[in-house]
């Protein structure tokens, strides 16, 4: 069992940076694919970024266009999203997500995660 905690939301101007930590407990951390998502009111929750199995790959999803970048610190068990070049419609709240066993196939879908953390606000405005 893997218990996660998100930090680092808040309210940033259009073209403002946020750094997201998600901590997690538990578990050993290093086992599993992090991911991140996000979702707004009425929305599905949308994939962002992954860590894939506990490893440097990274993977992203195509409206990230180079502006975030997903990292690890496995000392703190600790993972970070770096948000760059932040826009009006980067606002939502953001969530982590851990899974074990996930394939290629899966890997950016929601339903595959197995741990989830309550989530982060970010509002970004123009």
């Known amino acids: 069992q893997v218990a996660l905690v998100e930090s680092g939301g808040g309210l940033v101007q259009a073209g403002g940076s946020l750094r997201l930590s998600c901590t997690a407990s538990?578990?050993?951390?290093?086992?599993?694919?992090i991911g991140w998502f996000r979702q707004t009111p009425g929305k599905d929750r949308e994939f962002v970024a992954g860590l894939w199995r506990g490893g440097i790959n990274t993977y992203y999803a195509d409206f990230v266009e180079g502006r975030f970048t997903i990292s690890r610190d496995s000392a703190k068990s600790t993972v970070y999203l770096q948000m760059n070049s932040l826009k009006d419609e980067d606002t939502a709240v953001y969530y982590c997500?851990?899974?074990?066993?996930?394939?290629?196939?899966?890997?950016?879908?929601?339903?595959?995660?197995?741990?989830w953390g309550p989530g982060t606000q970010v509002t970004v405005s123009s």
């Open positions: 538990g578990g050993t951390f290093s086992r599993y694919t």
């Open positions: 997500a851990a899974g074990a066993g996930l394939i290629m196939s899966t890997r950016r879908r929601p339903s595959a995660f197995d741990y």
